[in-house]
């Protein structure tokens, strides 16, 4: 590729492979970069300066920085169902391909429409909106809201499922070094030499921080040799982990068994693994988020540069020094060919040095300082740049890009002048938020003039930079130090000989936060397009303390949060209302401290795989057979079993009840809870968890039991089983497994700590099926021989038993929720494939169907079996027809509380059946009932309907509601009012909640 | 009289992957053994201790840990609560247990309630490290040790044999067996970058 294409290229130098051409397109055009750029860089060096347009007022925007800091160059990488909005191109690495298109401009960024709201910003101040759109209020929803949000927005959501996979770790360490430029590496290095497990992570995808930016050397050689050998040095360690392209972006409190007062804390990472390629190769995420548990950490994030707010301070073409630097030295990008520097700094001038090297004609070095040092000034004569000292720029020119800038000196006198870029340095902001997440406030340094890391969370040491020492030798003896002190509290010692030499920097900040003299905006916010006269505005209405003024304006609510320029707002909100800096102090920061893509933090469980999903030992032999599954909390339970030829699931289940009801049927009953208990006063235990008596139950018998709520509710129904004198195993429904043995221990460790007994779950080890229909006994007789005799006589209703069936330990329980003569049999649930195999074919000659969950909903309901439907945390056991079950000769839990006036008031809603006076007008639970002629008011409202269903059997629509005063109702017509699903009321006749058997002789024949 | 027979199944029997193709995990799924919960009942656990040791030939451990004796290992999973292993299917194991433990502990049959996989392989800790939120690095997790934590949400103990051929690490892992299914997903998702294999 001819350098030709890359105008702005220089033609050697820089950490870029001229060997690797990269073509690339923005905004439909083609051009090409080089391996080792970033996206801005391959757009500078093809002289691209305006990138996109302002959030607010459209304006034209360039490359401000080089790092994760930039609010302006934000662009739609990639497209189809990768793209991705506002992504950075200062930290996007470039790859063959690679497709973006500028944001916020329409129809082209060079022609923008929207940048007719320039014209109009006098209006456009901060609480504008908030201001204007108040009248009248319905608009604001319907009218302004939408407008205001196409107008100003940035980039576009894909809308499309994302394609890529993201993945979670953990990891573990005793040192976790964040951040890899000089201070970070020495302290890994001071870390891994003394034996510490150490991880360390950088952002970028280069280690070495500014020294790759910078012309500097340490031990007298070029600082990227000593990265270099440092970097070789780390990778030899087994226990370093060095992770690049990584994001450490929160700092939370200790783990658990770790108290955070022993240092330990977790942090938050991203690790960007495939997003600097085309695609993710095949099993590679495109992400991973990392949980680091370390005992120990060094923050070494360096420091950010914040710019000046002048007039016009937003041109492309002005840039920070320190990016200036890096796309000079690291890019070999020469951002223009006519320059000039603002500072007030002394580091601002190596820009100047570096540009003119680079061979750039510069202009001018405006110092805002009346003496800068003499040493400066004296390497500035080489470059032939006349220095303005005490002088301001008040204004950049060239609204498509700079074109000059006008100064004004220390005489009051105005000169323009004719640059292409305009490198601004106004001081650096120690990238100190992570010290900060555990609440601790950050202090004002007047040294630096910006906010350094104060009270620091225990376990966290901040070295370099990020501390507010600015200098290369500073930064190496700080983190070598943090790195082998932090790897001497745990208990490391060893090698020292961390001692570098590098060269004396001028390293003198004097502040500049506002040229008082500009002319037009002056922004402090370049994201969100807030300006000094928003400042002004808040402080004259009142918005005068940081979190205020942040929130009326937005200043430093964007994504970069305003590192590069929100000190600038404080510091004049600061002049206008006569308080110092420090004394305003800095808004709070929380995690995370950069984006994170909200599927980093979803990882892998996304779609069906949000949470797990548990599946009975049977699941394979319902799918051969057929089943619908439908998802009953974590499980999967077959719906039904459709059979060709059947038009609809109600022909289907119709088929299944009726051939429950006249031959015999097989459901998988094993997602129930079970808990086994065991104990000498196991019995005692059964007594007050549930509200009926289990003292009385033999051995060999089952009862049917409810549980209470301490708060007299009912908390759950099942059955308990006693299989042995000491030993029982309790059902549970299935959405209430987990909760009721979370209640039952809760019970036995804190209440009665007294009482021999011990819970185990065993819901996992029994894999249950019922076994229900009239001939359901032969079916057993069938399956299980002379394993066990089933008779009437031998195993009457509700016996239950522990027996061997070829040789497996297996339960049968004579219970039934169908109504039916049924059986409930138990195997381990290794087995449990086998035995409904088993089972199926022993059923086969007596025509035995698989059935579903819905056709045991509509058996239960012909009964009048209570569900979650019922059993919804409102109702107590007499609203449903229990009270009989609430014991008066013993205490057990919820009895108390079962008698308030609140929840023994007759006039409650009661437990009944209603059956509409047209069997076929179907009834749907959560309508409501009303008395007739009674209009569908609140007041009015009698109740509402449970559970309801289509009975085969009765060959009618029949239901179970909670009626006011429903048992004294019975024969009364109602109405069932169901505005939101079908409109049209239906009439119902109240009715006793048992529409089959209600005598209950099929149970027991 | 049905002529079935009862035949135990691997909750992963029938389950596929796909990962790159050298593999750096190795899991085996373990031939079906009897597992059952021990529960140490109300009063001094020092007769439950003295009965182990007599009766089963184990000094009970003490914390998340791992210990091995003739046909028994023993992994603690809680204060006062451990998991038998047998060496092999054994339908009476819990009953002999139960019997032997006498009224010192509550054990319960928990054959078919995990299923057991062996993880080896040069990549098993950083596969791990994407389901576990625990430390699993040689000196915080010797062999021996045990843990009872969440894989990926899912509910797991997991404890640490002695090294394999090749010295890598070898763990064995007990996951819920209706979430096995749930579980292969995750694992084998976690060692797909890394060349997985089953039962190799």
């Known amino acids: 590729m001819s350098e030709a294409a890359q105008p702005k290229r220089i033609s050697r130098g820089g950490m870029i492979d001229r060997a690797r051409a990269l073509s690339f397109r923005f905004d439909d055009r083609d051009y090409t970069g080089y391996a080792g750029d970033t996206l801005a860089s391959a757009l500078l060096a093809n002289g691209i300066r305006r990138v996109g347009r302002s959030f607010k007022y459209h304006r034209s925007r360039g490359v401000l920085t080089a790092g994760p800091e930039e609010p302006n160059a934000l662009v739609e990488l990639r497209t189809g169902d990768r793209r991705e909005p506002n992504t950075r191109a200062t930290v996007t690495e470039l790859f063959a391909g690679l497709e973006a298109r500028s944001q916020n401009r329409w129809p082209s960024l060079a022609l923008d429409l929207g940048a007719v709201s320039s014209c109009f910003s006098p209006l456009f101040v901060a609480g504008f909106y908030y201001k204007t759109f108040m009248w009248p209020k319905s608009f604001w929803e319907k009218l302004y809201e939408p407008a ?141 988020l990392w949980k680091i548990v370390a005992r120990r950490a060094v923050l070494a994030a360096g420091a950010v540069e914040r710019t000046i707010a002048f007039g016009g301070n937003d041109r492309p073409g002005i840039m920070l020094a320190s990016a200036v630097r890096s796309y000079v030295n690291r890019f070999a990008v020469l951002p223009g060919r006519r320059v000039a520097v603002f500072t007030s700094t002394d580091d601002g001038w190596k820009a100047a040095f570096d540009l003119s090297e680079a061979g750039a004609s510069v202009e001018a070095l405006i110092d805002a300082r009346g003496e800068p040092p003499a040493s400066l000034i004296e390497q500035l004569r080489a470059t032939g740049a006349r220095l303005y000292a005490g002088s301001r720029v008040v204004e950049g020119h060239g609204s498509a890009g700079l074109s000059g800038v006008t100064i004004m000196d220390s005489q009051a006198r105005r000169t323009r002048l004719r640059v292409d870029a305009l490198a601004v340095s106004g001081g650096w902001n120690p990238n100190l938020a992570l010290a900060t997440h555990t609440g601790s406030k950050p202090r004002w340094s007047e ?440 014991s008066t000769r013993k205490d057990f839990i919820g009895r108390v509380l079962a008698q308030r006036p609140g929840l023994t008031d007759p006039r409650r809603p009661a437990l009944v059946g209603v059956r509409p006076i047209d069997p076929y007008s179907p009834v749907r639970s959560g309508a409501h009932f009303l008395s007739m002629g009674e209009p569908p008011t609140l007041e009015n409202d009698q109740g509402y309907v449970t559970s309801a269903a289509f009975s085969p059997m009765l060959n009618s629509w029949i239901a179970l509601g909670l009626l006011s005063r429903g048992r004294e109702r019975l024969g009364e017509r109602i109405r069932i009012h169901d505005p939101v699903r079908s409109g049209t009321d239906v009439e119902v006749e109240v009715v006793a909640p048992v529409f089959f058997d209600p005598a209950g002789e099929r149970l027991v024949t | 009289m049905s002529h079935a027979t009862l035949i135990p199944r691997s909750a992963l029997a029938g389950l596929t992957f796909h990962s790159a193709s050298r593999p750096n995990v190795l899991a085996w799924d373990l031939p079906p053994v009897s597992l059952a919960s021990v529960v140490s009942r109300r009063g001094p656990v020092a007769e439950l201790r003295r009965r182990a040791l007599a009766e089963l030939g184990v000094a009970l451990p003490e914390g998340p840990r791992r210990v091995s004796a003739g046909f028994i290992s023993l992994v603690g999973i809680g204060p006062g609560a451990w998991l038998a292993i047998a060496d092999r299917l054994d339908a009476d194991f819990h009953i002999r247990i139960g019997r032997t433990l006498g009224p010192c502990a509550s054990v319960a049959d928990q054959s078919g309630a995990h299923a057991l996989l062996r993880l080896s392989g040069a990549q098993i800790r950083s596969t791990l490290g994407k389901l576990l939120p625990i430390d699993l690095y040689p000196r915080a997790f010797a062999v021996g040790a045990a843990a009872t934590t969440a894989a990926a949400q899912i509910p797991v103990h997991l404890w640490r044999l002695e090294d394999g051929t090749g010295g890598h690490p070898v763990f064995e892992i007990a996951v819920p067996r209706s979430l096995a299914v749930s579980f292969w997903h995750a694992l084998t998702e976690s060692a797909a970058e890394f060349g997985f294999a089953l039962n190799p």
């Not at chain 1, 002319?519 to 303390?545: I, M, N, P, W, Y």
């Not at chain 1, 590069?564 to 929380?590: D, Q, V």
């Open chain 1, 148 to 288: 205001i949000r196409r107008a100003a927005g940035l980039g576009r959501a894909s809308g499309q499922p994302d394609p890529d996979g993201y993945e979670k770790s953990f990891g573990f360490c005793d040192v976790l070094v964040i951040g890899a430029g000089p201070a970070g590496l020495a302290a890994a290095l001071a870390a891994a030499r003394r034996g510490a497990r150490v991880v360390l992570c950088e952002e970028d995808f280069l280690l070495g921080g500014r020294l790759n930016a910078e012309r500097c050397s340490i031990d007298g050689s070029d600082a990227v040799d000593w990265v270099r050998r440092v970097e070789a040095e780390l990778a030899s360690f087994a226990d370093v982990r060095i992770l690049r392209r990584t994001s450490v972006f929160g700092l939370y409190d200790g783990t658990a068994g770790s108290h955070s007062a022993s240092g330990t804390r977790t942090f938050g990472a991203v690790e960007r693994v495939s997003d600097h390629l085309q695609q993710p190769p095949q099993f590679q995420p495109r992400q991973r």
């Open chain 1, 447 to 886: 040294r630096i003039h910006a906010f350094v890391p104060d009270v620091l969370p225990g376990g966290l040491a901040v070295a370099g930079a990020a501390r507010g020492a600015l200098t290369l030798r500073e930064a190496l003896s700080e983190g070598a130090e943090a790195g082998a002190a932090a790897a001497e509290q745990l208990g490391f010692s060893g090698a020292a000989g961390e001692q570098w030499r590098a060269d004396e920097e001028a390293s003198e900040v004097a502040p500049l936060w506002f040229v008082g003299e500009s002319r037009g905006k002056a922004f402090v916010d370049f994201q969100h397009d807030v300006t000094h006269e928003d400042v002004a505005l808040a402080a004259r209405e009142g918005f005068r303390s940081v979190e205020h003024l942040k929130r009326y304006t937005t200043l430093g609510m964007a994504t970069d949060q305003g590192r590069t320029s929100a000190l600038n707002a404080h510091a004049i909100m600061s002049a206008l209302t006569g308080r110092s800096i420090a004394e305003l102090g800095t808004p709070g920061a929380r995690p995370p401290c950069t984006p994170v893509a909200i599927g980093a933090f979803a990882g892998p469980h996304r779609g069906r795989h949000f949470r797990p999903t548990r599946r009975t030992a049977g699941h394979g032999w319902a799918q051969e057979q057929g089943a619908t599954f439908i998802e009953a909390g974590d499980w999967l339970r077959a719906q039904w079993f459709a059979q060709p030829g059947e038009s609809d699931w109600q022909a289907t289940v119709d088929r299944e009840v009726k051939a429950v009801r006249t031959r015999v049927g097989l459901c998988d009953v094993s997602t129930l809870g079970k808990v086994d208990i065991q104990g000498r006063d196991a019995a005692k235990f059964l007594d007050r968890v549930y509200s009926n008596v289990f003292s009385t139950l033999p051995v060999g018998k089952v009862r049917y039991g409810l549980m209470l709520r301490e708060d007299g509710f009912v908390l759950d129904d099942g059955t308990s089983a006693h299989l042995s004198p000491d030993h029982y195993v309790m059902s549970t429904t299935t959405a209430n497994a987990q909760r009721v043995l979370q209640h039952l221990e809760h019970a036995r460790q804190l209440l009665w700590p007294d009482l021999d007994v011990r819970l185990a779950s065993v819901t996992e080890q029994w894999a249950q099926y019922a076994i229900a229909g009239p001939e359901s006994r032969r079916l057993l007789e069938q399956a299980l021989g002379d394993a066990l005799s089933v008779s009437n006589q031998a195993f009457p209703y509700l016996a239950c038993a522990e027996f061997r069936w070829q040789g497996v330990p297996a339960r049968l329980f004579r219970i039934s929720f169908s109504g039916e003569l049924a059986y409930e049999l138990a195997v381990p649930a290794q087995y449990g494939d086998a035995a409904v195999r088993a089972i199926a074919a022993a059923g086969a000659s007596l025509g035995v169907v698989p059935y579903g969950l819905e056709s045991l909903n509509v058996m239960r309901i012909e009964k009048g079996h209570l569900t979650g439907n019922e059993l919804n945390g409102t109702t107590t056991a007499a609203d449903l027809g229990m009270g009989r079950l609430m």
